[in-house]
């Protein structure tokens, strides 16, 4: 199957998906919770330290990896741009 074709059925799943979806927050919670306790795990595998702390380090976790996600996808875009494909 060609690579658009793929993406448009892609496409009329997720939307055929979600308009059988009334409560969007509730469908998408359990995936949520476990991101949450990935990062969790990452920043603290004992589970000792304090809720407090815990949640700082989990929010620069969070940051550092949603700024690596931003970096790879600008530089992709930047090698597609230059017709390089992805980098």
């Keep these: 199957m060609p690579p658009s074709e793929r993406k448009l059925r892609g496409e009329i799943a997720a939307h055929t998906r979600w308009a059988a979806t009334p409560d969007r927050t509730k469908a998408t919670k359990p995936a949520r919770d476990g991101l949450q306790r990935k990062f969790e795990d990452q920043v603290d595998p004992d589970h000792t ?29 930047r090698a597609k741009s230059e017709g390089r494909g992805a980098a």
């Design 49 to 77: 330290l304090d809720p407090q702390t815990r949640a700082k380090l989990v929010a620069n976790a969070k940051s550092a990896y949603y700024r690596q996600l931003a970096f790879k996808s600008a530089k992709a875009r």
